[in-house]
């Protein structure tokens, strides 16, 4: 199994701000590397038979980092997998250090301007049903910040597309895990 500083580098793991592309992205290197795709947000509703929407509503945002979490759990028995996680899942960092212990831990960056440009017309996620959604990016961002930055690999995708980002990803994976000599 491929080895990094002494962690077992079995999965890719993919944090980031909402609107950074990690389920684009994602998708395309579980391609690339012949992985299996999944999503924490995918598995927590599929898994409740709700909407993310649904869960904030009726049960709170902290209901949904308790799934969130117990998702993470479960990730260390996944082998060849590329992880897209919701937004806020590193903010916790014994999600991040549970991440950290199989898999490398890619941050996918953009620029509030950029963020907003790619969320505006999508109205899935309760953090942005706010009368000032741009502000709450520019918030919510300024406080994962230092989170975010714990990351194995930090990469910015304001001027690149999900395909030249993969690509960048699957570099770094490749030398991560190349064998030692
Ligand atoms: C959240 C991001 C969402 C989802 C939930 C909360 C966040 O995932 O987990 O709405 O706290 O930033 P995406 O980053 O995939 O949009």
């Known amino acids: 199994m491929a080895m990094h500083n002494g962690r077992h580098l079995a999965n890719l793991a993919l944090v980031g701000f909402m609107g950074t592309g990690k389920t684009s992205v994602g998708r395309v290197i579980a391609e690339y590397l012949h992985f299996e795709f999944l999503d924490t947000d995918d598995l927590i509703q599929t898994r409740t038979g709700r909407t993310i929407a649904d869960i904030f509503a009726k049960d709170g945002e902290p209901a949904f980092r308790a799934l969130e979490r117990q998702i993470v759990g479960e990730l260390a028995a996944r082998n060849k997998t590329v992880i897209s996680t919701g937004g806020g899942l590193p903010t916790n960092l014994e999600n991040l ?43 919510l961002l300024a406080v994962r910040e230092p989170f975010y930055k714990q990351a194995d690999v930090l990469i910015n995708t304001d001027q690149r597309s999900a395909r030249e980002v993969a690509q960048q990803i699957v570099l770094q994976f490749k030398l991560a895990t190349r064998p030692a000599r």
């Open 97 to 139: 250090k549970a991440l950290k212990a199989h898999a490398l831990v890619v941050c996918l960056w953009a620029a509030p301007e950029k963020i907003w440009e790619r969320v505006r017309n999508q109205s899935h996620r309760p953090l942005l049903h706010d009368p000032d959604p741009q502000r709450k990016i520019r918030e």
